[in-house]
């Protein structure tokens, strides 16, 4: 069997399958994964504000959220191989307490260096659960719909965060600092580390961890990274994930500089086009049983670069505007939300022998593209979206081009095994 070709499904090693309570591992999971969008989601609103309280410039704010990124592109790579050999919970418990002594960090940073710093240690520590988070549901379940259904609740509930995050961060900013966003984030690990006691089982045995270190993680990643259509999925993955960090970085200072809304109204639009977000997770996971999932990944990939290609044209042809800004911007975020599950599902089939290794290659490739993608609005300039835009419209561009050249979604890389009976 050659690398591209599609593969059995694997096997459970959870140990007995899905969990009595698999709602409540899930709830935990999509907590876990949503670490980043409520990291960066939540002090966005406060970046004028911070700006000037640690006496610093927007392109510096900016990068503040580019440290984090790098963190936790770092921290997957490096833990998702991990937790193939030591097991889940433990690299899970270890996150949580780091991500929550590193926030308090954040709250008492003096000056934008240590908040730097802090930031991407944050990162590192917070990459633990979202690595994790799919190795854990890729131990446990295959196939269709079992697979892409959990891959896309998971992605539902995690797309809530985006909505949460700035509305709960706008309220904070309304009544206290950017520095009591943080600390709510310490809070927030705490209950992160709570919930995995309670909830979250070892899900990877001992008989089925890998054994020789450093050595063996080496190897496990450079098998993947042999897999020509896995390498094209997560590249596809990953460019267009630099444009929605392009989005989250950039939003802030178009909405809020060029079109004049507040904090709090900026809260509410970026809210509004996380629904989209979430709305596109919730169709994949009711269409996964019916229809390929590279048809999905591929359709929510189209849909945001031809959303992002009509505002180009109309910011370089009539100048845009608020209201038609948002409307491009959210269907952009809405196809992303089909993208965000489909990658999951096809992704981490592809690399069902690895999971953790896979996971830590699919979000480390995303976030070290996003961190580098997302200051560069802010250094080609914050008083005209059209710098955010044709960012995102380029990640966009050559995701389409790495699925084209190397996924090649009409060959069915990655298609879960349909079963004809829904998992009880």
Not at 71 to 76: C, F, H, N, P, S
Not at 79 to 106: E, I, K, M, Q, Y
Not at 215 to 238: K, P
Not at 374 to 398: E, H, K, Q, R
Request: glycine share 12%; net charge positive.
């Amino acid at each position: 069997m050659s690398a591209d070709t599609p593969l059995a499904a694997p096997a459970v090693t959870g140990g007995g399958g899905p969990p009595k309570h698999i709602g409540r591992l899930l709830i935990v999971l999509a907590a876990l994964s949503a670490v980043a969008p409520l990291a960066t989601d939540m002090y966005v609103p406060g970046f004028p504000a911070l700006a000037r309280s640690l006496e610093t410039t927007g392109p510096s704010v900016q990068l503040s959220m580019t440290a984090f990124l790098v963190g936790l592109a770092a921290g997957q790579l490096l833990l998702g191989p991990v937790s193939d050999a030591v097991g889940r919970r433990r690299v899970l418990l270890s996150g949580a307490a780091l991500f929550t002594v590193l926030s308090l960090v954040c709250a008492v940073a003096p000056d934008i260096n240590v908040l730097n710093a802090a930031r991407l240690l944050q990162g590192v520590a917070g990459a633990a659960g979202m690595v994790v988070a799919r190795a854990v549901l890729t131990d446990r379940f295959h196939g269709t719909p079992e697979a892409p259904r959990h891959f896309a609740t998971l992605s539902a509930i995690v797309s809530v965060a985006p909505v949460v995050a700035p509305v709960l961060g706008g309220a904070i900013l309304g009544v206290a600092s950017w520095r009591v966003v943080f600390a709510v984030l310490a809070v927030f690990g705490v209950l992160l580390f709570v919930g995995v006691m309670a909830w979250v089982p070892e899900s990877l045995p001992a008989a089925a961890r890998r054994s020789g270190g450093v050595r063996s993680t080496s190897q496990a990643i450079a098998g993947l990274l042999g897999r020509r259509a896995l390498v094209g999925y997560i590249l596809a993955s990953s460019l267009s994930g630099a444009g929605l960090f392009t989005y989250i970085a950039g939003s802030t200072f178009v909405f809020q500089d060029v079109y004049g809304l507040s904090p709090t109204q900026y809260s509410f639009v970026f809210a509004v086009n996380a629904l989209g977000l979430l709305g596109g997770s919730l169709c994949f996971g009711r269409l996964a049983a019916r229809v390929r999932v590279n048809t999905l990944f591929t359709a929510g990939l189209v849909t945001a670069l031809a959303a992002t290609a009509v505002l180009v044209v109309l910011l370089a042809t009539t100048g845009g505007g608020f209201a038609t800004t948002w409307i491009c911007l959210l269907l952009t975020v809405t196809g992303l939300g089909i993208v965000l599950p489909a990658t999951m599902t096809v992704a981490q089939f592809l690399g069902h022998d690895a999971p953790g290794a896979t996971s830590g290659l699919l979000g480390g490739v995303q976030f070290v593209l996003g961190a580098a993608a997302s200051p560069l609005a802010g250094l080609f300039g914050t008083s005209s979206p059209m710098p955010m835009a044709a960012i995102m419209l380029v990640s966009f561009a050559l995701s389409i081009l790495a699925l084209v050249v190397l996924a090649r979604p009409w060959q069915g890389h990655g298609e879960p095994i349909r079963t004809a009976v829904a998992e009880a």
